[in-house]
């Protein structure tokens, strides 16, 4: 491959001759409008030469060769397909379209009525398009070759760019759309519907003669076997259901559980339980339609009248007897139908109020999740205290979830916050009495201190001789005594050279005459 610098070089050369200096393009676009103004008949134009254009009726002179001449002769051809294309427009406008036979009968007569409205309302859409189209296009054909309109008062622009260029031939080159064939898919459109009514009116009518044919042709006999096995199908059908209700729940609770575990199997859940439910809406139908069977049967029947026994004269006569006894039986199944329509409405009653509960059983018990859980992940107790459960604890849990649906849905969910919460309870506590332990032992410290303290500064001693005077209340005539003797032995040693003993001094415990050894031992 070659390198960018090199392909760069190439189209550097390749375009050298067409890239030219501003001064010098300047120059060649003053010359070309020279030029043209000698055609036009004034020596220069002050609008721009990309909007230069001629008139209608544009003919080549002699003057012109080369690539000028085929500009105007392409531009005449132009000009005579767009007059040859408004002419054919107008002229189908002209047209009376052929009006269609009016059909026969009623149906037929509002069908073709209302597609008639239709057609109308969609070609009323399309003249109005087309109007618009028109409208445009005269708008931008008007002056279009008018020089004169085009160049006065004009200022110079800027060269398009080559992107706006295209995207303009692309818009023009797009084809206008085909009246006459979107007429005839319509008309193909409304053929067709018309057939295919007459289909399912053949079909109707074929459906009304075989059940007219049908309800004459059973009897009495095939009425009871037939409301017989509506009874048995309907009791089982009633009894499924219920089975199928009441195991709901309890799958519903699994495949949530199962479903926030196991992601990847959403899609099939999905798909069985739509299954499920196809199956139950076509069962439902058929109920629904054998119990209108059932109805009618019931609604047409006819009281039987009741004659005297009489004696059979042949064979073929008892043969007729005993065809004829279920009709004779029939009044007497009427109680008992029409109790049984009684139980089914009343056992489809309950299933509908039990399906409804259990679903906005369902519906809350979902909510309910979807916020514990929005709670445990917004939640920092439960990450700080996370559940642990013994293993003899966790079988009994799957035992009670087994048996009980309510809790495996929102107790489950409930159960780490007890757990967490009681956690937390319990480390508050535990924290609560270590620091009541760690005060305590301070605070003994403390007191230890203090009485250390109180020992150096004799205040023990001080206490002591308290406890003693409060104790001893008739040794205090002595002490007085002894004191004044002391008193009167200082006063003779002299006061001002004997230092004064105070009480609860820390130096009190010392004798303070030490500095009177002499005078004590003459004395």
């Known amino acids: 491959m070659t390198a960018p610098a090199e392909v760069v070089s190439e189209f550097k050369s390749t375009l050298e001759p067409y890239i030219k200096p501003r001064e010098q393009v300047n120059y060649i676009r003053r010359i070309l409008t020279l030029h043209l103004g000698s055609f036009i008949g004034q020596e220069a134009t002050a609008a721009p030469l990309s909007l230069a254009a001629g008139t209608d009726d544009a003919?080549?002179?002699?003057?012109?060769?080369?690539?000028?001449?085929?500009?105007?002769?392409?531009?005449?051809?132009?000009?005579?397909?767009?007059?040859?294309?408004?002419?054919?427009?107008?002229?189908?406008?002209?047209?009376?379209?052929?009006q269609s036979k009016l059909p026969s009968s009623g149906s037929d007569l509002l069908q073709g009525h209302l597609t008639l409205l239709k057609l109308r309302q969609k070609r009323d859409c399309l003249l109005a398009v087309e109007r618009s189209l028109d409208s445009l296009a005269e708008y931008s054909g008007q002056n279009l070759l008018d020089t004169d309109a085009m160049l006065d008062g004009a200022a110079a622009l800027p060269s398009v760019p080559k992107s706006v260029v295209d995207s303009l031939v692309a818009e023009q080159s797009i084809a206008r759309p085909?009246?006459?064939?979107?007429?005839?898919?319509?008309?193909?459109?409304?053929?067709?519907?018309?057939?295919?009514?007459?289909?399912?009116?053949?079909r109707l009518a074929d459906l009304k003669a075989r059940c007219e044919g049908r309800s004459t042709a059973f009897g009495n006999s095939a009425r009871l076997e037939a409301l017989n096995a509506t009874r048995g199908e309907l009791i089982s059908w009633i009894e499924a259901e219920l089975g199928k209700a009441s195991t709901q729940e309890v799958g519903e609770s699994e495949r949530d559980e199962s479903a926030r575990e196991r992601d990847d199997k959403t899609e099939d859940v999905q798909a069985f339980i739509t299954k499920r439910l196809s199956t139950i809406s076509q069962k439902y139908a058929d109920y629904v339609a054998?119990?209108?069977?059932?109805?009618?049967?019931?609604?047409?029947?006819?009281?039987?009248?009741?004659?005297?026994?009489?004696?059979?004269?042949?064979?073929?006569?008892?043969?007729?007897?005993?065809?004829?006894?279920?009709?004779?039986?029939?009044?007497l199944l009427m109680p008992y139908l029409e109790t049984l329509l009684s139980i089914s409405r009343h056992q489809k009653a309950l299933m509908a109020h039990k399906s409804h509960?259990?679903?906005?059983?369902?519906?809350?018990?979902?909510?309910?999740?979807?916020?514990?859980?929005?709670?445990?992940?917004?939640?920092?107790?439960?990450?700080?205290?996370?559940?642990?459960?013994?293993?003899?604890?966790?079988?009994?849990?799957?035992?009670?979830?087994?048996?009980s649906s309510d809790h495996q849905g929102i107790s489950a969910r409930v159960r780490p916050w007890i757990t967490a919460a009681d956690s937390a309870k319990i480390a508050t506590l535990e924290s609560v009495a270590e620091k009541i332990e760690s005060g305590q032992l301070a605070l003994e410290g403390c007191m230890m201190s203090l009485q250390d303290i109180d020992r150096l500064l004799g205040e023990d001693s001080k206490e002591a001789t308290e406890d003693e005077d409060v104790a001893q209340p008739s040794t205090g005539d002595a002490r007085r005594v002894r004191g004044q003797n002391k008193a009167e032995a200082g006063k003779q040693y002299g006061k001002d050279n004997v230092p004064e003993r105070q009480r609860g001094d820390p130096w009190s415990r010392l004798h303070g005459n030490l500095g009177f050894r002499g005078h004590e031992d003459a004395a």
């Open 178 to 202: 085909d009246l006459r064939s979107r007429a005839a898919q319509l008309d193909k459109a409304v053929l067709r519907a018309r057939l295919y009514s007459k289909q399912e009116e053949k």
């Open 290 to 331: 054998v119990r209108r069977e059932a109805l009618a049967l019931v609604s047409n029947h006819q009281q039987p009248s009741l004659s005297p026994p009489r004696q059979p004269a042949s064979l073929a006569e008892c043969a007729n007897d005993a065809d004829s006894r279920p009709a004779a039986v029939d009044h």
């Open 59 to 98: 003919s080549a002179g002699v003057e012109l060769q080369g690539v000028f001449k085929d500009y105007l002769d392409a531009l005449q051809v132009n000009v005579a397909a767009r007059r040859q294309f408004d002419a054919l427009l107008q002229a189908t406008r002209s047209e009376d379209k052929p």
């Open 357 to 403: 509960t259990s679903e906005m059983l369902s519906k809350q018990s979902k909510n309910a999740g979807q916020v514990l859980d929005r709670l445990a992940e917004e939640s920092q107790l439960l990450p700080s205290y996370p559940a642990k459960m013994s293993r003899r604890r966790r079988s009994g849990m799957a035992g009670e979830t087994i048996r």
